[in-house]
């Protein structure tokens, strides 16, 4: 029976002040109860508007209605027939503006969604909890699939290929597999033992993974076909190439981008006591941007001790990162400097940044995307003291493969242009996510993955 209630059931978190000095969880989930009343409140709607949402088409219906009948094991089935990483995406995925934005919930009066995404955690946590089950290997096909890179995009594609008999092999730059859910997301809004957990599930079904292998160096795309014997590969290589404004001073000690602050603390475990890998500890930290890669490095700094100041050049309501991620900030004592902009940075004797000089913005007249464009405020420049500096202003695919593989065609921006198969202009290459799109989200590199691998497969199976 639904339940009628308005609002969806809270998500447990620790306390602000707590969890702003610790890396741990900050959402802790639903218990059983709270789960089962939650998807209760699913009105089981015959038009289904919550899969058209979903960029994977994870029956999202049936999978709530076997929470309903407390078949946890039932709905992880549901689930994973569409989706290869349920627990990374019930915790990441901005679920407000796709499956949960177009809940029918939404049109009642006073009504918020059901939330989908919490549920899915749910499942997915219950079952690395509590199953037995082990995933099995399907018979080999025959055929073998190259993937660069273990970013969601690459790890949906292997995953969809394996369960179809595809040899496949992963090929991973950096020394742990994961791509941006290892190095880019914090623990505290993913931990990492998820990540690995849902990798290890690839591995049962076959999957190979050689890390430390630079696709365009260590080995290029023509050898994998000549002298390994794949027979497509697929490019899931990312957008790693971070972005700088072009002021005065970004070249001082102290000022750095996003991806390299978050692969420090995210990968390399600086923020331990125990770890080897060096990392500023500053006092006070500029972050500038707004997007959720912002709010991850202003959370970041925040827990190795620093006052943060995040600068923006719109206004709150314009802010693009996940209102979650806005208002968890908010709560652990983030300041938000909006409506300005920084124009230089200042250092001290020794070269050390000490302060970003930043200008007062307003907004004008809406721009080619229909945002209101931010213009300057004459004469009202200020400074903010900062010993460190965080440029999270986006990030650009990674030009290696774009130089040293021919037959690809690439945009302007950098991205590798496929069709609506995930096929690029070279045959048997294939590519989605990042790579493509530039930065986006995790829910969309995995859509893009699945299509790359039903190109594939239509392709080889012919």
């Given amino acids: 029976m639904a339940n009628m209630a308005p609002k969806k059931n809270p998500m447990p978190s620790q306390d602000p002040q707590v969890r702003s000095t610790n890396f741990d969880e900050v959402a802790l989930g639903y218990t059983e109860e709270m789960a089962v009343d939650e998807a209760n409140r699913c009105l089981g709607c015959k038009t289904r508007p919550c899969v058209e949402g979903c960029p994977v088409n994870i029956s ?3 999978f709530i209605a076997k929470v309903q009948e407390k078949d946890y094991e039932g709905a992880y089935k549901i689930i994973t027939q569409s989706s290869s990483l349920p627990a990374v995406c019930g915790r990441v995925c901005p679920q407000e503006s796709q499956c ?4 029918t919930r939404l049109k009642m009066k006073d009504g918020e969604s059901v939330g989908i995404g919490r549920l899915e955690r749910f499942v997915a946590d219950w079952h690395n909890e509590h199953s037995t089950e082990k995933p099995v290997k399907p018979a080999s096909n025959g055929h073998k699939v190259a993937v660069i890179g273990s970013g969601p995009a690459g790890l949906t594609c292997a995953g969809d290929l394996a369960k179809k008999g595809y040899d496949v092999t992963i090929f991973e730059a950096l020394h742990t597999p994961g791509g941006v859910l290892v190095y880019g997301i914090p623990q505290f809004r993913l931990p990492k033992e998820i990540v690995a957990k849902e990798i290890d599930g690839l591995k049962e079904l076959g999957v190979k993974v050689m890390t430390d292998t630079i696709v365009g160096r260590t080995i290029d795309v023509d050898e994998l076909f000549t002298e390994m014997g794949f027979e497509a590969v697929f490019i899931g290589s990312g957008a ?20 390299e602050f978050l692969t420090r603390i995210n990968l390399m475990k600086a923020y331990k006591p125990e770890s080897n890998t060096p990392i500023v500890h500053p006092k006070k930290a500029v972050i500038v941007g707004g997007g959720n890669v912002a709010m991850d490095a202003a959370r970041c700094a925040k827990r190795l001790g620093a006052e943060v100041f995040v600068v923006y050049r719109r206004g709150m309501e314009e802010l693009p990162a996940r209102k979650e991620e806005v208002e968890h900030a908010i709560e652990e ?10 124009v230089e940075l200042l250092a001290d004797e020794n070269g050390n940044v000490r302060a970003a000089r930043c200008i007062k913005m307003e907004l004008g007249e809406p721009d080619a995307s229909g945002r209101r464009s931010p213009k300057e405020v004459p004469g009202s420049e200020f400074e903010i003291e900062a010993d460190c500096v965080i440029m999270a202003l986006g990030t650009s695919p990674n030009p290696l493969i774009r130089h040293t593989t021919e037959g690809i065609e690439f945009n302007r921006k950098g991205g590798i242009v496929v069709n609506e198969e995930g096929a690029t202009s070279r045959e048997g290459v294939y590519a989605g996510g990042d790579a493509v799109t530039g930065a986006a989200t995790v829910i969309l590199a995995m859509g893009a993955g699945k299509t790359a691998a039903k190109g594939i497969d239509e392709a080889l199976s012919k």
């Fill in 60 to 62: 999202i219906p049936e």
């Fill in 100 to 103: 949960e934005g177009r809940c």
């Fill in 240 to 259: 790693g190439l971070p972005m700088f404004m072009n002021i005065p001073g970004v070249n001082h000690v102290g000022v750095l981008s996003a991806n």
């Fill in 333 to 342: 004592g983030i300041i938000f400097k909006t409506l300005c902009n920084p």
